[in-house]
Each structure stands twice: as C-alpha cells, then as structure tokens.
C-alpha cells in the first residue's frame, strides 16, 4: 500500500487494503479464543491409564500411556496446535499432540511418557497452544493440573521353584530353598572328612574313627531361609553423569532385581541407603509386602529434601518455593515496597538471592493449607486401597509456624509433595562419607543377624578412612556372616569418527581409567579383609550377577580370594 501510494498506483493500494483487511478479519476471528480462556469455557483433565501397564505398576523404560481429555464449553471450536506437558527433568513428555475442540464438545488425546528413573514425579501442568487454520495468530495457555506418579525401579523377574515352606520356630531357622553347612546335630549328612582344628568333638563320627583309625567328623546340611541385606550408596558421586545412566540408577536396579530374587526364592531381605549418614532403614522381611516397601524406599533416594543433603540456603528455598506458587497456583509472595528499616515487619521478610522480598507469613499460611490439603488425600487414597504404608508424619500440625526452621521444614515437605527438584549436595567435607559408609556397616552387623550382607557403593568414600571402615567390615563378617561389594561401573561408548563427540569420548576414556584404578585399589584392599570386589556393568543381566556373586562366594570358602 505504501509503495502504491508514492508512486500513484491504484491497483497497488487497492492489493495493500486487501491484506491488511484479510489480517484484520483473521485476527477479528481468532480474538474470541481469548475470550473463552478468560471465562474458564476450556478444561482439562489427564490420567494414566495404570490397567493398560503390565501389574498395574509404572516401572523405568516403559512406555506409560497419557490421556488428555479436552472440553470445550464454548460456542465456537478452537484448534490446538500443540500440547506442551510440563514436568520434571527425568520424564521425557509426548510431543507433536495436537487436537480440535469442537463447540460445547469433548475430545480424547492419547499421549506416551517415558521416564529415565524411578522416584515421585510430578506432572505439573500442560500448555496448550491455540492457534487459527493459517497460523497467523497463536494463543498460549497454562492449565496447572498436578498429577503425581510413582515410578519404581527396571527388576528382572527370575524363575525360581516353588516350594512348602515350614512357618514354625525362628526365622532364621525356618526350612527354605538354600543347602547351608552348619554346626549341630541336626540336618541331613553331607560329607564325612578328617578332623581339623577347631571342629567340635560333638560332630565326630566314632564309627568312622574306628574303620579308618583317624578322626573323622560329619558335614551335616540343613535347609533354611537366608537374610541378605542390601547397603546403597546414594552420594553425590553416584548422581555423575545423565539421568537414567548414572551410577546410582545403576544401582538402584542391582538392589531391585537382587531383592526380588531373592524374596521370590522365600528369603528374607533389608535395605539400608547412605551417604554421609545412614538416609533410610528397612529391617529385613519377606512375602511380597516387603518388595513394595523396599521399592518405596528405593524410590525416595530420587527425590531427597533433607537439608544436610542438598544443596540449597534459605534464601534459594523460599524463593524456588514462591516462584513455584506464583506459577502454579497464581499466589504471589512477593512484596513491592520495603518496609521502614526499624519497622518489626522484617522478622516475617526473606530477601532471595536477586534482592526480592517475600512475606514469610504468607508464604507459610499457602504452603500449611496445602500440604494439609495433600496430607488428607493421601489417608484418603490410603484408606481406599487398604494400604499398609503409614503416611509421612507432620509434627508441625497442632502449632502455626513461629520458627524460621519450621517453615524450612514445611517448604521442603511441600517440595517433596509437589515434585519441586532440589539440587542434590555432590561435595562434602573430607571423611563424611566414610563415616556415612561406617554407620551403615555398623548397622547391619549390630542389627539382626544377616547371612548376606551386599554393599553397593562405587567406592567413592573408600579411601578416606580405610581403617574404620574395614574394622567396621571385619565386625559385619564375624560368625561366617558373608560379605560382598558391588561396583556400578558404567559402560563406555563406542570409539567416534570425528566431531565434538571425540573429545567427549577422549574425556570419558580419563574417567573410565580413574575408576579402573579406584577399583583396583580398593579390591586389593578389601581383599586383605574377605570381602570380594565385584565390578558390574550396566549391561549384565541379575542371573550373570547372581552367579558372579555365587563364585566370589565359592572362592571365599575355599580361601583362594
């Protein structure tokens, strides 16, 4: 238009007012969308379809089917160009879903998730980009609309035979599946072999003696139910690398497939998880209820608040907190105008680590009502499903929060609640881990007696105080306790041609050789204590690692380590 108009031609401005007409009338079309969204004519509800996972369960690697349903109240259709899922860094959202709402009308989408590891995740919300036919014009709206899941760990189901286990008399002593050479009189004759020192004089075979004219003592073999106890290191140094390929990932599955073998085997199994302390403990059990707690307790080193454990001040909490609310809920804590210097309103007041002021008080009255909120749906679920798990209890709920420290408490709750990432702490001071590592060893061997004891760890903390830590392993293996170390060790990728790759690789190639040293030293030093160093890939299958256990064990009885 503009250039018809300085050269004098008609049929330029006539084309000009055409375009800038169509764009108008367009834009004219499109402007009622908004209108829709500012009245609330649009909603959306999504669910996981769990009937259509195999067992119900949401398990890594899976493809968890998503379903979005889209209702349209309004008088005229919308089109959806696309529908953006937020949530968490683990989970890997549907892409290219897009859908028509016609007028007053529902219409399904049907989404596919993939989660790279086990925790509780969160799925916040969901955009929804509305556009017209031509897409001149698009739309962009935010619809919060959590919806929690708990996603548990890759286990391998092994087959194992089935068999009538007696219930009577002690745990340990109950007949199961596992041959055990033990001291006694009672068991079937396994072998009779020449005395030696420190063989009971009880077990002699006098008949034996007297044809061979030398001592001889019976072997006897009596089958019981083993206790294993699992120990997983979940230090910063097991949280290097992607997610869904670190090593505590890695060791995450070892820990779940080794578990579900052995309950399915008929024995009885415990967990306890560490770093610079012992973080969470489960005394050994067995049957089917015992998995389900092992897994949720396998789950909730993914998604750690604590404050020792994570590396967050006071000022970054309430801040990630509050823009967290204001994005989710539309509740804004922030305060425009400062207070008088001497004013008594600073008490209540937090300046974040960009110099914003946000209302304590507020801020602890929006995250109590939720957490209540969320507190009283979780007993609810509870209730309905006839759980056996306690929910997680809340000392905070019979006082209003006075103490800076207690609303700390709460917002870290409510991060756990909603799913809000908290940076894990990956550094700590020289010998905090090794005192985390020495806790654990002491609890299992001052716990109930445990015939296996299966230390994952990648040996990060091991060097910095050997001597307590193999006092404290000596301890674990009195009594012919058995005690094995696992190392996740992660696989290399293949050689490049060229490109930004090679150096990635010539990088990973130095890190791959420190952890071949590490392990090295730390097998040589274990070994003086007859605890076995199995270094484990990624890619071995739990029957490859069961066996490779089965012959550390055999070495280890035969004094060949």
């Keep these: 238009m503009l250039v018809g108009a300085l050269s004098g031609t008609a049929p330029l401005v006539a084309m000009g007012g055409v375009v800038i007409a169509s764009f108008f009338s367009a834009y004219l079309w499109f402007y009622p969308a908004a209108i829709l969204l500012r009245r609330r004519k649009v909603e959306i509800s999504w669910w996981m379809p769990t009937n259509e996972v195999a067992g119900g369960a949401l398990n890594v690697d899976q493809a968890l089917p998503l379903q979005i349903a889209l209702r349209n109240h309004g008088a005229r259709g919308l089109r959806v160009l696309r529908i953006e899922v937020l949530c968490g860094s683990a989970i890997e959202p549907p892409e290219g879903l897009e859908a028509f709402m016609s007028a007053g009308m529902q219409v399904n989408v049907e989404g596919v998730l993939h989660v790279r590891e086990p925790g509780y995740h969160v799925l916040h919300g969901a955009a929804l980009h509305f556009g017209d036919i031509l897409g001149l014009f698009t739309l962009k709206a935010y619809f919060p609309n959590p919806l929690p899941l708990k996603v548990f760990p890759r286990h391998s189901q092994l087959a194992t035979a089935s068999t009538q286990q007696r219930q009577g008399g002690a745990s340990h002593q109950r007949q199961g599946l596992h041959q055990v050479k033990r001291r006694g009189l009672a068991g079937e004759l396994r072998e009779l072999r020449e005395h030696q020192h420190g063989d009971p004089f009880k077990n002699i075979a006098w008949k034996a003696t007297a044809k061979h004219r030398k001592l001889m003592v019976r072997d006897l073999e009596s089958e019981i139910v083993l206790t294993h106890q699992f120990l997983l290191d979940i230090g ?10 670190r090593k505590l990932d890695h060791g995450i599955d070892l820990v779940a497939s080794l578990a579900r073998s052995a309950l399915d ?13 012992v973080y969470s403990q489960l005394p050994p059990g067995e049957g089917r209820q015992q998995f389900l707690q092992l897994a949720d307790r396998l789950v909730e080193v993914n998604g750690i608040v604590d404050e020792d454990l994570t590396d967050l001040t006071n000022s970054e909490l309430v801040a990630a907190i509050s823009n967290y609310l204001l994005h989710q809920e539309a509740v804004d804590m922030r305060i425009s105008r400062a207070p008088a210097l ?103 061997a001052i716990g109930p007696r445990a015939d296996s004891t299966i230390l994952v760890t990648d040996l990060g903390g091991m060097m910095e105080d050997p001597n307590r830590k193999l006092g404290e392993l000596t301890r674990a293996r009195r009594g012919g306790r058995q005690v094995v170390a696992l190392a996740p060790v992660l696989s290399k990728r293949a050689h490049p041609t060229s490109g930004k790759q090679q150096t990635r690789w010539m990088v990973e190639d130095v890190l791959d050789r420190e952890q071949s040293l590490q392990i090295a030293r730390a097998t040589q030093l274990l070994r003086l204590n007859g605890v076995p160093l199995i270094a484990v890939r990624r890619e071995e299958s739990p029957a490859h690692v069961l066996s490779k256990i089965a012959r550390a064990r055999a070495t280890l009885r035969r004094g060949k380590l």
């Excluded at 910063?236 to 390929?245: C, I, N, T, Y």
């Excluded at 085997?265 to 302390?277: C, P, Y």
């Excluded at 306690?390 to 006075?402: E, G, M, R, Y």
């Excluded at 894990?424 to 590592?437: D, I, N, Q, T």
């Design 236 to 245: 910063g140094d097991m949280r290097e690398g992607p997610l869904g390929h």
């Design 342 to 444: 001497d004013s008594p309103a600073w008490e209540h007041i937090q300046a974040g680590p960009k110099g914003e002021l946000y209302d304590l008080k507020a801020l602890d009255r929006v995250v109590t009502a939720m957490l209540k909120a969320g507190t009283a749906r979780a007993r609810a679920k509870a209730r309905k499903s006839n759980s056996k798990h306690h929910v997680d209890p809340f000392p905070w709920k019979k006082q209003l929060a006075k103490s800076p420290m207690l609303l700390m408490d709460k917002l870290r709750r409510f991060a756990r609640l909603r799913g809000v990432e908290l940076p894990y702490r990956r550094y700590h001071e020289v010998g905090r881990r090794a005192e985390g590592l020495a806790s654990a060893i002491h609890q299992v």
């Design 265 to 277: 085997a008929g024995d009885r199994v415990g967990l306890v998880t560490f770093d610079t302390r």
